[in-house]
C-alpha cells in the first residue's frame, strides 16, 4: 500500500546525503556530497505527503512528476521511477546535483512549513544515477529518420536538451560549438566539486549514439556563418549563452593579476580534464599560496571562493555589497564556501584596486542598505569615511555576464536584439525576427540556470518541430 510507505515526514527527519568533511573536501575536487544508498533514497522519498497541488511541482521550472517518482522510489519501483522523472527532464541527474533547489522545488515543498522539505535533489540524482549503473538509460532510436536538418548553434543544456528532443522525433541534428567539448558552462563553467565532468561527458556521449552529430571547434560567425548554416539546415536553434563579463569601473582596474571569474574558472575545469593550460601552469591562473579576493554575490562568486580553496590559495575573501539574506547566490553554496574558510565580507564594495603594476589589495568602503528599490531590494548606501583595505596577491571579479553582440558577431545586422542585447523571440513560437531561425537558453532570457536552459531547449525543439512540420506540409502540397 502506497500510504503505507508515505506522508513519514511527521516521524522521519530530513536527511540529505552525507557531505564529506569540509577539511576533507576542500583539499579535492570531487563532489562534495556522496550518493543516497537504496534505503536512504526510499526513507527520504517516503517522507512524502503526495499533495494534491504539488508546489514542488509547480516550482519546478520543468513541472517534474516529483510526487510520483517519490512514490515510485519509496516503493523500490526505480526503473519505473526513472521513466517518469526522464520524461520532463534530459538531464536528470545534472539538476538534481546543481539546481538551488532552496529556491525551487524544496523550497516551495508544503511540509517545508513546520517540518523540512523532502530532498527532492537527491533523490532525482539517486534515480538516474540508479538508471545508468543498471544500463536503463539509452541513447535515442527514432521511430522513423526525417530528412529535414536542424543546426543548434550551442552545445550548453539549451542546446544539447533541444538536440536530444529533435533526435527523438527523427530530425538530422547538428551541434555547432565553438569549445573542443560539448557541455557549454557545465563542462567549462560550473567546477567538479559541484558536478563533475564525467557526468556531463556521459550525457553528450549518449546523444551522439543517438545520433546527434557534433561540429566542435567551430566559431558561429568566424568559421561558418549564420548565413551558411540557415542554407545547410532547414531550421537554426541560437543558443549561445551569454558570456561577455561585466565590468567593474573603477582604478586600478588594469593592474595585474585582477582576471575575471570565467577565465579563472575554465582554467581551472580545463586542468581537471588533463588539458595543457599554460597560463595555470605559470601560476597566472592558479591561486596556490596566494591571498585571494573574489568581488559578487552570486553562484559564480561561490565557485570561485571555493576554488580558490582547493587550489591551495593562502585566503580567500569575498567582497559582496549587500548582506547574506539579499545576495543572489544559494543559501546553500554560502554555507558550504563558509564552512570550508571561506571569509564573507558583507556590506563591502570595491572603491578601487591598489598596487604598482601587480594588485595587492582591494579598497573597499563599508555599506548600510536603504530604503527596497523596485525590484523588492534594499539598495545599497555608501557609508562616508569607512575605506578600508583587504590584501590580495590575485583579485577575480564576478559580477555577472552581459550577451555579447550577435547581430555584429554572427554578420547579420537585421538579427533582433533587445536592449539588454538578448536575442528577442516570438514567445509563442520561439522564433527570432529570422524566418526558421529560433533561440533559447541564457541568450534569450539573460544570465539564469541550468534548469530553465533545459526547459527552453525542450519547448524550442517542440516550436521547430511544428514549423519544420508546416514547411513540409506546404512542401508536399507544392509538389502535388
Ligand atoms: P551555455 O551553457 O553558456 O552554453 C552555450 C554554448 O554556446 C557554449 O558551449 C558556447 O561555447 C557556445 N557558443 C557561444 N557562442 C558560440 C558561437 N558563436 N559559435 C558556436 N558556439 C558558441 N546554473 C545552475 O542551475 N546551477 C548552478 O550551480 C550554476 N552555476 C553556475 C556557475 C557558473 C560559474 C556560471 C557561469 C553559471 C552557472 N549557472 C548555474 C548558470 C548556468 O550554467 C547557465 O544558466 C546555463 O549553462 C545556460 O545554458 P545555455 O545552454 O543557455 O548556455
Ligand atoms: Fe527540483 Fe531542479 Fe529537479 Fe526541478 S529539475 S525537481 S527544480 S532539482
Ligand atoms: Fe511531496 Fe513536498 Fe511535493 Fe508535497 S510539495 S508533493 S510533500 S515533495
Known amino acids: 500500500m502506497t500510504t503505507d510507505r508515505m506522508l513519514k515526514f511527521v516521524g522521519t527527519a530530513k536527511r540529505m546525503p552525507t557531505k564529506r568533511p569540509a577539511e576533507e573536501r576542500a583539499t579535492d575536487f570531487g563532489e562534495i556530497y556522496e550518493e543516497f544508498d537504496a534505503a536512504g533514497a526510499q526513507q527520504q522519498a517516503g517522507r512524502c505527503s503526495q499533495c494534491g497541488v504539488p508546489f514542488c511541482q509547480v516550482h519546478c521550472p520543468l513541472h517534474n512528476n516529483i510526487p510520483d517518482w517519490l512514490m515510485l522510489t519509496a516503493e523500490g519501483r526505480l526503473e519505473e521511477a526513472y521513466e517518469v522523472s526522464s520524461a520532463t527532464n534530459n538531464f536528470p541527474e545534472i539538476c538534481g546535483r546543481i539546481c538551488p533547489q532552496d529556491r525551487l522545488c524544496e523550497g516551495n515543498c508544503v511540509i517545508e512549513k513546520g517540518f523540512e522539505s523532502v530532498t527532492i535533489g537527491s533523490v532525482e540524482k539517486y534515480i538516474t544515477e540508479t538508471a545508468f549503473a543498471n544500463g536503463w538509460v539509452k541513447p535515442v532510436v527514432p521511430p522513423r529518420e526525417r530528412e529535414q536538418s536542424v543546426a543548434v548553434i550551442g552545445g550548453g543544456p539549451a542546446g544539447l536538451a533541444a538536440a536530444e528532443q529533435l533526435r527523438k522525433r527523427g530530425y538530422q541534428v547538428h551541434v555547432y560549438d565553438r569549445y573542443d567539448r560539448m557541455g557549454g558552462l557545465l563542462i567549462y563553467g560550473i567546477p567538479n566539486f559541484k558536478l563533475e565532468k564525467e557526468v556531463v561527458e556521459r550525457r553528450s556521449a549518449l546523444l551522439a549514439d543517438g545520433g546527434v552529430v557534433y561540429h566542435p571547434n567551430t566559431d558561429i560567425g568566424t568559421t561558418v556563418s549564420l548565413d551558411d548554416l540557415r542554407a545547410r539546415h532547414d ?108 571569509d564573507f565580507q558583507w556590506l563591502s564594495a570595491p572603491e578601487a584596486f591598489v598596487g604598482d603594476g601587480r594588485v595587492t589589495g582591494v579598497r573597499c568602503q563599508r555599506i548600510r542598505l536603504g530604503v527596497p528599490d523596485a525590484t523588492g531590494r534594499q539598495t545599497p548606501q555608501v557609508i562616508e569615511d569607512s575605506s578600508y583595505v583587504v590584501d590580495c596577491d590575485m583579485a577575480i571579479t564576478a559580477l555577472g555576464f552581459d550577451p555579447e553582440d550577435l547581430p555584429a558577431l554572427f554578420g547579420v545586422k537585421e538579427l533582433e536584439v533587445s536592449r539588454w542585447g538578448t536575442v528577442r523571440i516570438d514567445f509563442r513560437t520561439m522564433m527570432t525576427n529570422l524566418d526558421g531561425v529560433f533561440a533559447a537558453g541564457d541568450i534569450v532570457r539573460g544570465a539564469s540556470l541550468v534548469v530553465w536552459a533545459v526547459r527552453d531547449g525542450r519547448d524550442a525543439a517542440d516550436r521547430i518541430h511544428d514549423y519544420l512540420s508546416a514547411k513540409a506540409a506546404g512542401d508536399a502540397r507544392d509538389a502535388a
Not at 531550421?235 to 582596474?253: E, H, M, N, Q, S
Not at 574558472?265 to 579576493?293: C, E, H, I, Q, Y
Not at 571555493?306 to 587550489?311: E, M
Open 235 to 342: 531550421a537554426v536553434l541560437i543558443a549561445t549563452g551569454v558570456y561577455k563579463a561585466r565590468d567593474i569601473k573603477c582604478p586600478g582596474v588594469g593592474l595585474d593579476g585582477i582576471f575575471p571569474a570565467l577565465d579563472y574558472l575554465t582554467a581551472s575545469n580545463r586542468k581537471g580534464l588533463g588539458d595543457d593550460v599554460p597560463a595555470f601552469d605559470d601560476g597566472t591562473l592558479n591561486a596556490n599560496g596566494k591571498r585571494v579576493v573574489v568581488i559578487g554575490g552570486g553562484d559564480t562568486a561561490m565557485d570561485c571562493v571555493r576554488t580558490a580553496v582547493r587550489q591551495g590559495a593562502a585566503s580567500v575573501a569575498c567582497l559582496y555589497r549587500r548582506d547574506r539574506a539579499n545576495m543572489p547566490g544559494s543559501q546553500r553554496e554560502v554555507a558550504n564556501a563558509e564552512d570550508e574558510g571561506v
